[in-house]
């Protein structure tokens, strides 16, 4: 006799809730959206940073996604690769940057590179590595990840590294590998 009161109690509690569950239509859409979107897409994406009037950073992604709503720092994601090249005071290449897979924050001017990161100045020193931040604001690269770095004469490994954003002074952390010393 208990089991089937639970039993009727049971059915009459969940008819109950399924009749007091009724939303519209307009109901369901006046939901806020807080999904993650991008505001503006684009294909084959060249972008030139000048200042004054100088060529400094050309830009170019086979894919950009710039995300700008329901977050808390606008950001633009370059899913399909990217490719940085850097010019000097004389608009001459200094170096290129070039990665698989890149984030690029708006605020604090911050550009993540990642997959098969590779970075050569115009000496042609390589460096190869997974994950590599660009900080627009200090004009330096760095990185915690390993590190390999292509000279004409020597192949340095590492651990971690920071360098300018040419890639001509740059310092490693936790070096290892082979190279020669002059006397």
């Known amino acids: 006799m208990i089991k089937s009161m639970l039993k009727y109690a049971c059915i009459i509690s969940f008819l109950l809730a399924l009749s007091s569950c009724t939303n519209t239509m307009n109901d369901v859409m006046a939901l806020p959206d807080n999904k993650v979107r991008p505001s503006q897409i684009g294909d084959s994406v060249t972008l030139l940073y000048t200042d004054s009037a100088q060529l400094k950073i050309m830009l170019k992604a086979n894919r950009m ?36 897979y ?29 994950k590599l931040i660009w900080n627009e604001n200090t004009q330096r690269i760095y990185t915690d990840a390993p590190v390999k770095i292509t000279t004409a004469t020597e192949v340095i490994t590492g651990h971690g590294m920071e360098s300018n954003q040419d890639f001509t002074q740059y310092e490693l952390k936790k070096v290892t590998g082979t190279f020669r010393l002059n006397n």
């Open 65 to 100: 996604l710039m995300f700008d709503k329901n977050v808390t720092e606008p950001f633009t994601v370059m899913p399909k690769g990217v490719f940085v090249t850097f010019f000097d005071e004389d608009e001459k290449v200094s170096a290129t940057l070039r990665a698989n």
């Open 102 to 130: 890149g984030v690029r924050y708006d605020v604090s001017k911050r550009m993540e590179a990642r997959y098969a990161v590779e970075v050569v100045n115009k000496e042609g020193t390589k460096l190869e590595t997974e």
